[in-house]
Structure formats: C-alpha cells, structure tokens
C-alpha cells in the first residue's frame, strides 16, 4: 500500500469517526435542546389555563386561545395531590388523515365549585423533528465536502512536502550496478529529507567505489592469473612425458587436475565480471533446439560411459533474443551439471516450449538448502563440487530477466531446474 493511500485511509477513518460520534452527540444535545424548549412552552401554557381555572367558578366560563390541542375531563376526586406528567404521544390528523409526533403535559386541577379536572394540553412536535432532519442533513452534506476537501487539499500538500522524498526513490529505483552513475540527491527543506539525501549520496558513492574495485580486482585477477597457470599445465604435460613412477603419475594427475579447475574458476569469475560490465550486448534470436544438441555431444562420451539415458522433447520454439555465446554458456553449464551429479545408468530430461526450459537428471540430495544452490562456490554435492557453473546460470537469468526455479524430489531422487522466459524476449 502506498504511503499517500494509507495515511489518507487513517485521516478518512479517523474523520469518519469522529464525525460520527460528534453527529450522535449533536442529534442527542439538540433533541435536549428541543425537548426542553417544548416543555417550558407546555408549562408556560398549563399554567396560564390553571389561573383561569382558579378563577372562574366552573370550566364553563375559562376562554382557550391556542393553535394546539387541549383535552379537558372531568374526574372523580383522585385521593392525591395535583401533579404534572410528561409523556410523548401521538394525534390522528383527521384532515390529512396520519399519525403525528406530540408531547404531552397533564395535570389534574379543583375548580372553585370543588370538582376534578383532567387537564392535557399538547405540543406538535412535526416542526422540531423537521428542524432536527434538515439540521442533520445540513451537517451530512458539511461532513462529505469537508472529507472531499480534506482528501484533495491532503494530497496536494501531501504531494509538496513528500516531493523530495519520491524525488529520491526515483534517483534510487533508476540506479544500476550494471551502469553505475552517481546520482546527485538535491539538498531539500525538510531536515530528515536532506539528512537522507546526504547519507544516500555517501552510500552510492562507497557502493560504486567498491563495485568498481571489485571488478578491477576480478579482472586483473582472471588476466593475471591465467598466465601461470598455462605454465604449470605445460610443465605438468613435460613431466607426463618422463618416465613417472605410480606414486608420481598420480601427484602429477593431481597438479594437472586441480589447475583445471583452478582455470575454470577464473574464467568463470571474469564471465561473471563481463556479465556484469554489461559486455555482452550483440543480441540475437538464438536457436535453443541447436545450442541444445550441440551441447550434448560434448558430452557424448561422457554420457555413454556412465550409460545415461537422455530424452529430448521439443514442442516449439522460444523467441530467445540474447547474446548467442551467453545462451551456450546458460545450457552448457546446466548439462554439465546434469551429467556431473548424475548417477550411474541414471537420466536427463530435457524439455522445451514456447515460455520455459525444463532440464531434470537423476541424482543424489545435494544436502543444501534450496536458496543455496547458486550462489558462488556452494558445494553443488556430497563430492564436493564448487557450485559456480550454477551461479553462472542464475547470473545469466537474471540478466536477461528470466526466472530460475530448482526442485529437488526424493521419491525419485530427481533434480529438476526450471527456466521460464521473459515475456520480452
């Protein structure tokens, strides 16, 4: 949820309620207000028929002046003192023909020829509860302008003061270790604005600074290191040549051995220092289906002594732009990969359509987490395997903007590695 959406949901909420509250209370202190209005008219008027009840002999010569009802009847004597009594009721309108709203103060007086009357007289309360109606409305249609203004005058302050701020989430979303540039973050009015832009400024110049030696070092390291390790592997090749013992023959493979692979992770660290130089910029459309044979006959061999099943199931194309070296790059590692840590008289499934590649071989539980499996120099198994081919195929991914997904299945001991183009290429 964005910043602007949930602090304008807390201010309508919180207008909301405490416009509710203030509407109950207004409708509670007007009804008050209105009830207490009537009563006092009610008794102002009780007391006026009272005085003439006093004195006049009989109710025969007392003269009514009023636009509202007034019931009087004449009682038996009620054994207790007069009191008044309050009551909300209802009148029927003969002319119009429905019910209305009254309020109601009763009282029994003596007359001075010593009988009991019940005396009620009455007050429309139609006029009050339309005032209380239009009152209400009134403050409705206030509260709905006030929230339409509030909301409208909070985003645009809203806008102004956080301007700098989405100023600087932009700077940060557009920056790019694969294109680094110094973004300049302005100086701002606010104090935690322009604190933050001086601490971003020192943080993308130590992260470039940092990025930029890396690399360097990465590549001075590939370059530099190459070239003793050809000399080692000629002198290893001379020594092959000599008449060598068991013991040395063995020592010899060794050396030769491990300077292979010593070469092969400094190829792999430059491939991943070019990659992210973004240095492979010659696109093509790439026939996967091709790339996919050829590099299964470099494994021929290989395959046929550990008698490895393959199958190959192509059902269409994929429209693949990328760098063709990089996409033999992707599939020769992921094949290496299957036939390494594959077992014997085992199998690889390799399976293509237009939106993914989906590549499984039998194996054994790598015995690392999932989240693991590629970053560089992960034990890819138990034989312990240096897991930078599979870091290489995440960092090819990633660049192209395709998603890697890895399964591992113990009911069939089965590796499965999962690619799914990106719906731009």
Same mark, same amino acid.
């Given at each position: 949820m964005k910043l602007l959406t949930k602090t304008t949901l807390y201010f309508v909420t919180i207008t909301l309620v405490v416009f509710f509250l203030g509407g109950?209370?207004?409708?509670?202190?007007?009804?008050?207000?209105?009830?207490?209005e009537v009563n006092n008219e009610l008794y102002d008027r009780i007391h006026f028929v009272l005085n003439e009840v006093y004195q006049t002999p009989t109710l025969k010569g007392?003269?009514?002046?009023?636009?509202?009802?007034?019931?009087?009847?004449?009682?038996?004597?009620?054994?207790?003192?007069?009191?008044?009594?309050?009551?909300?009721?209802?009148?029927?309108?003969?002319?119009?023909?429905f019910y209305s709203p009254y309020r109601r103060l009763t009282t029994v007086v003596r007359s001075k020829d010593?009988?009991?009357?019940?005396?009620?007289?009455?007050?429309?309360?139609?006029?009050?509860?339309?005032?209380?109606?239009?009152?209400a409305l009134v403050t409705t249609l206030m509260l709905l302008l006030f929230i339409l203004l509030a909301y409208f005058l909070n985003r645009y302050i809203f806008g102004k003061i956080w301007a700098d701020f989405f100023d600087s989430l932009h700077k940060i979303q557009e920056f790019s270790l694969s294109n680094p540039q110094k973004e300049a973050f302005s100086p701002s009015e606010i104090i935690e604005f322009d604190e933050l832009n001086r601490v971003l400024n020192k943080m993308i110049d130590k992260i470039i600074n940092d990025y930029e030696g890396v690399k360097e070092f990465t590549g001075n390291l590939s370059h530099e290191v190459q070239t003793p390790l050809a000399v080692i592997?000629?002198?290893?090749?001379?020594?092959?040549?000599?008449?060598?013992?068991?013991?040395?023959f063995k020592l010899a493979g060794s050396i030769y051995s491990a300077t292979n692979r010593l070469s092969e992770i400094v190829r792999s660290l430059g491939l991943?220092?070019?990659?992210?130089?973004?240095? $492979?910029? !010659?696109?093509?459309?790439?026939?996967?289906?091709?790339?996919?044979? &050829?590099? #299964?006959? %470099?494994?021929?061999?290989?395959?046929?002594?550990?008698?490895?099943?393959?199958?190959?199931? $192509?059902? !269409?194309?994929?429209?693949?732009?990328?760098?063709?070296?990089?996409? &033999?790059? #992707?599939? %020769?590692?992921?094949?290496?990969?299957?036939?390494?840590?594959?077992?014997?008289?085992?199998?690889?499934?390799?399976?293509?359509?237009?939106?993914?590649?989906?590549?499984?071989?039998?194996?054994e539980d790598p015995g690392i987490p999932t989240e693991e499996l590629f970053e560089q120099f992960s034990r890819a198994s138990k034989e312990g395997?240096?897991?930078i081919g599979l870091a290489i195929v995440k960092k090819i991914t990633d660049y192209y903007g395709m998603k890697i997904t890895y399964e591992y299945k113990n009911q069939n001991s089965e590796h499965k590695f999962v690619i799914i183009f990106s719906q731009n290429h």
């Open positions: 109950i209370g207004l409708y509670v202190i007007m009804q008050n207000l209105v009830e207490k007392v003269t009514f002046i009023a636009s509202e009802p007034i019931e009087i009847e004449k009682v038996e004597n009620p054994h207790r003192a007069p009191t008044f009594e309050l009551k909300d009721t209802v009148l029927f309108n003969s002319v119009q023909r010593g009988d009991y009357y019940r005396i009620s007289i009455f007050k429309s309360l139609i006029a009050s509860n339309i005032l209380i109606e239009r009152v592997k000629n002198k290893t090749d001379l020594l092959f040549q000599e008449s060598l013992n068991e013991e040395q991943i220092a070019r990659i992210d130089k973004n240095q $492979f910029t !010659n696109l093509t459309s790439i026939d996967l289906e091709s790339i996919i044979k &050829e590099q #299964l006959e %470099n494994f021929d061999s290989l395959i046929e002594s550990r008698k490895i099943k393959v199958n190959v199931n $192509f059902e !269409n194309r994929p429209p693949l732009i990328m760098d063709k070296n990089l996409a &033999e790059i #992707l599939i %020769n590692n992921l094949i290496k990969n299957a036939v390494r840590h594959n077992v014997e008289k085992g199998f690889i499934n390799i399976a293509v359509n237009g939106k993914s590649l989906q590549m499984s071989n039998s194996g395997y240096m897991g």
